[in-house]
């Protein structure tokens, strides 16, 4: 097919697409806060180093109350509480020679011969293990931290320099994904300078250094490894398995179907030796399954096939922890991003499910139907499941068979067949995940902070859909934490504390897990917020304490209905009335601004001397805009009453009461001019003239050029006190605080 005909199938694939994946239209959040907002109101603190970029490594340390940080030739440890204050550095640039060597090679060594710290863990009580590239020379370190909260220490230990090769990456473009699981470390990373050698390696620790076959594509395949973790499978340690998340190229995509990416799980014995005559020093338990994240239809499924990072959530049964992921698509039709959550249970039963096969380069890969040998490849040499001791003493069928068949027919599927949450169209894509279980009055909910490649986090909750384990993400919040836009390359997250770290190549940003006051000051807009940090305490929206005893507490998670709890004026405040004018044949704007953006406007207007409400339709004079009402042509007949109000969950909130009069031309020049002649007027009650004369623009054509004020919703913050002051020292008579002046003005 030539370039022509592809360009032809583009449109109706992008159509297939949108069909199957429903509404491309990306979901809106219901609160859009932007970084000067962030800054302002809700807590958000940023920490930088001079000359410094690529913060890529984040190390939570709950109990010295330290937050380390790996950056371009540095460590940091920043306070928990204030990554602003009490910050520690630590310079650890790479040797002048090693520069100057990787400068020889081709580098850029402005950008590239650097030491960029790519991994931090926790060593022991006093020290951290920390690796980096070391510009092309990986090196690892151990940094003393000491144990003292009082007194914070960072002190690089120049006696212990480890080599870093097999635990960090040579290029500071590859990612580090690594766990470090008593004094072992288990990576996975290139093994060489030019980036070919793929591995799974451990290193350290009592045990002999471990890594998978080289160059064999059945194994891995030019893999992007993502993350690393260690998950307990019994109560005996000997079953211990470590779990590798990376992405690769499918050795078993049909031909024709040219390189085809994929998203995969890996596994291995934490006992694992290797074998004794085949298989030396490499390991025999390794086993890979394919993680599929798609959306099905009728016409195929969409697949999301680039995994970027996967979060494991700690349940009460520790054996079995959720894996939430994000994935992007290699598509060049659409641009999208998905979530999918997975049961570490169906990851354990596609391992214990059927080999994949292959006999000759022609054939297909299919189910093996043959006999698998004893002990099953990729069970870890334990008394639970067997009488073998170690993976020496397994026999040579099993070690060969293993060496042949490391790929699992079997996929791991997600929770619910499907994605939990996915965007299309957005103009950005999903980079980074972390998650919380919060306890919220009706139950407990997964909260999702999610990162993107333009700098802002996503916060989502998993809520239930129908019978479990189907579930749907929530959008409640898109927070703007980086200035520049750049890319989230790390998240961690403080449960304790309520705050998230977020890192990027500029910057690491500290922003607390919930903005309660920000989603308004009414029953029904907490309620509608359906955020499980939040309630309705009687008098403000704040934050939910599961141990609090106080009755009137109200929260609705599931199902977000402010109906039943939210009732009398806090679920419908008393809306005062403010006046609006308007020249016949001229304009004027009703402003009505809902604070969740998922919310849907709608206007009644009510004519003076009657009592019917009719709703305003959308005409050629009357405009719907994203703030509010436009009116043109205004004519004597608009004069009246207009109500604005959100409608949210089947919920309607009234936001605005505005009364609107239209005056003859010739009436506002004659009032014009005789606001111009009278007198100063002593203290005393303002006439309502005076205050339509107020909004004539000094000197600027009579009464056709009018400013009209542009209303506030009362769900807002009220304006700071200064500014407050500044506009009532032009106002001859006060007014009440929750409808005090306007933010700005537009002029008609």
Same mark, same amino acid.
């Given at each position: 097919m030539?370039?022509a005909?592809a360009a032809?199938?583009? !449109?109706?694939l ?12 990306? +979901? ?6 932007s ?13 930088r ?9 984040l ?12 950056a ?6 920043l306070s ?5 204050k009490?910050?520690?550095?630590l ?5 002048v020679e090693w520069?100057?060597?990787?400068? $020889?090679?081709g #580098? ?16 022991n009580r006093?020290?951290l293990?920390?690796c ?9 370190a151990?940094?003393?931290?000491g ?8 002190r ?5 320099l480890e ?6 990456p ?17 990576s996975?990373?290139?093994?060489d300078?030019?980036g070919?050698d ?5 290193s350290?620790?009592?045990r002999p250094?471990?890594?998978t076959?080289p160059?064999? +594509?059945?194994?891995l395949?030019e893999?992007?490894?993502v993350?690393?973790?260690?998950i ?14 990376f ?21 291995i014995?934490?006992?694992d ?10 390991w025999?338990t390794?086993?890979?399954a ?12 969409t697949?999301?096939?680039q ?11 520790? $054996?079995?922890p959720?894996?939430?992921t994000v ?14 959550v997975y049961?570490?249970?169906?990851v354990r039963?596609?391992?214990l ?5 292959k ?11 043959g006999?698998?040998?004893? !002990?099953r490849?990729?069970?870890?040499p ?5 009488t073998f001791?170690?993976?020496k003493d397994?026999?040579?069928?099993v ?5 042949n068949?490391p790929?699992?027919y ?5 929770m619910?067949?499907r994605p ?24 407990h ?5 999610i990162?993107?490649?333009?700098g802002?986090?996503?916060k989502?909750?998993?809520v239930?859909k ?6 749907e ?14 890319a ?13 770290y ?8 500290q ?6 006051a ?7 807009e907490?309620c509608?917020?359906r955020? !499980?940090?939040?309630?309705?305490d009687?008098?403000t ?10 009755r009137?507490?109200?929260q609705d ?5 402010p109906?039943?709890?939210?009732s009398?004026?806090?679920a ?8 609006v ?13 809902p604070? +969740?953006l998922q919310?849907?406007?709608e $206007?009644?207007f009510q ?18 805009l !994203?703030?509010?009402l ?12 207009y109500?604005?109000?959100a ?5 309607s909130q ?5 009364a609107l ?7 506002a020049?004659?009032l ?7 007198p100063?007027a002593?203290p005393?009650? #303002?006439l309502?003239?005076r205050?339509?004369l107020?909004?004539v623009?000094?000197g600027?054509?009579?009464a ?14 009220p ?11 032009r ?18």
């Amino acid at each position: 097919m030539g370039r022509a005909g592809a360009a032809a199938m583009i !449109p109706g694939l992008a159509l297939l697409w949108a069909a199957v994946l429903g509404d491309a239209t990306p +979901s809106p959040p219901r609160l859009r806060l932007s970084f000067q907002e962030l800054q302002a109101r809700h807590g958000l603190r940023i920490f930088r180093l001079e000359r410094t970029c690529c913060y890529e490594a984040l190390l939570v340390d709950e109990e010295r109350g330290r937050l380390f940080v790996g950056a371009e030739n540095h460590v940091a440890s920043l306070s928990l509480d204030n990554i602003s204050k009490q910050a520690k550095k630590l310079a650890w640039p790479a040797p002048v020679e090693w520069r100057e060597e990787c400068n $020889w090679a081709g #580098k850029d060594i402005g950008t590239e011969c650097m030491n960029f710290v790519k991994l931090l863990h926790t060593y022991n009580r006093t020290h951290l293990l920390a690796c980096g590239t070391g510009a092309f020379h990986p090196t690892c370190a151990f940094v003393e931290v000491g144990h003292r909260l009082e007194e914070p220490v960072l002190r690089l230990d120049l006696r212990r320099l480890e080599d870093g090769k097999g635990k960090s990456p040579y290029d500071p473009r590859h990612r580090a994904a690594s766990v470090l699981v008593g004094e072992e470390l288990y990576s996975g990373v290139a093994a060489d300078l030019m980036g070919r050698d793929f591995t799974i390696f451990r290193s350290l620790g009592q045990r002999p250094s471990l890594r998978t076959e080289p160059h064999d +594509s059945r194994w891995l395949n030019e893999p992007k490894f993502v993350k690393v973790f260690w998950i307990p499978e019994s109560e005996n340690p000997d079953d211990d398995k470590i779990y590798f998340f990376f992405r690769e190229s499918a050795v078993e995509a049909a031909p024709a179907l040219g390189r085809l990416s994929v998203s995969r799980v890996g596994q291995i014995c934490r006992n694992d030796v290797g074998g004794q005559r085949s298989l030396v020093n490499k390991w025999t338990t390794f086993l890979k399954a394919r993680l599929v994240c798609s959306v099905p239809g009728a016409e195929g499924d969409t697949h999301f096939d680039q995994l970027q990072d996967v979060f494991l959530l700690s349940l009460r049964d520790r $054996w079995s922890p959720l894996l939430y992921t994000v994935f992007t698509t290699s598509s060049t039709i659409f641009q999208g991003s998905a979530v999918c959550v997975y049961s570490m249970n169906d990851v354990r039963r596609a391992f214990l499910g059927p080999f994949a096969h292959k006999e000759g380069p022609m054939h297909q890969w299919v189910s093996y139907q043959g006999r698998v040998p004893y !002990p099953r490849p990729g069970m870890c040499p334990s008394k639970t499941f067997g009488t073998f001791s170690s993976t020496k003493d397994f026999p040579d069928d099993v070690i060969q068979f293993a060496r042949n068949h490391p790929l699992m027919y079997n996929s791991v599927l997600p929770m619910g067949g499907r994605p939990l949450f996915l965007q299309v169209g957005a103009g950005y894509t999903f980079t980074q995940i972390t998650a919380d279980r919060v306890a919220a009055a009706d139950g407990h909910y997964d909260v999702l902070f999610i990162g993107t490649d333009v700098g802002t986090v996503l916060k989502v909750i998993s809520v239930p859909k129908g019978s479990r384990p189907n579930a749907e993400g929530l959008l409640l919040e898109e927070l703007h934490v980086f200035e520049d836009s750049a890319a989230i390359t790390s998240m961690q997250i403080s449960s304790k504390r309520h705050q998230l770290y977020v890192a990027s190549r500029s910057a690491v940003a500290q922003i607390p897990l919930h903005r309660c006051a920000a989603h308004g000051r009414a029953c029904a807009e907490c309620c509608l917020a359906r955020d !499980p940090y939040c309630a309705w305490d009687g008098a403000t929206c704040t934050r939910f304490q599961p141990s609090a005893k106080r009755r009137f507490r109200r929260q609705d998670v599931k199902n977000g209905d402010p109906s039943t709890l939210c009732s009398g004026d806090s679920a419908h405040p008393t809306l005062l009335e403010r006046k609006v004018f308007g020249v016949e044949g001229g304009s004027a704007f009703l402003e009505c601004e809902p604070r +969740s953006l998922q919310a849907r406007v709608e $206007w009644t207007f009510q004519r003076a001397g009657e009592a019917a409400r009719t709703t305003v339709a959308a005409e050629e004079r009357a405009e719907r805009l !994203p703030r509010g009402l436009l009116l043109r042509g205004l004519r004597r007949g608009d004069s009246g009453v207009y109500l604005c109000a959100a409608v949210e969950q089947g919920f309607s909130q009234p936001l605005r009461r505005l009364a609107l009069h239209v005056l003859g031309a010739a009436q506002a020049e004659r009032l014009a001019r005789t606001e111009e002649a009278a007198p100063v007027a002593p203290p005393g009650p #303002k006439l309502w003239y005076r205050d339509f004369l107020q909004l004539v623009e000094p000197g600027g054509g009579g009464a056709g050029s009018l400013r009209m004020c542009r209303q506030q919703p009362e769900s807002r913050p009220p304006a700071p006190e200064s500014r407050r002051k500044g506009r009532n020292r032009r106002r001859n008579a006060p007014e009440p605080r929750a409808e005090r002046g306007p933010r700005s003005a537009a002029h008609w």
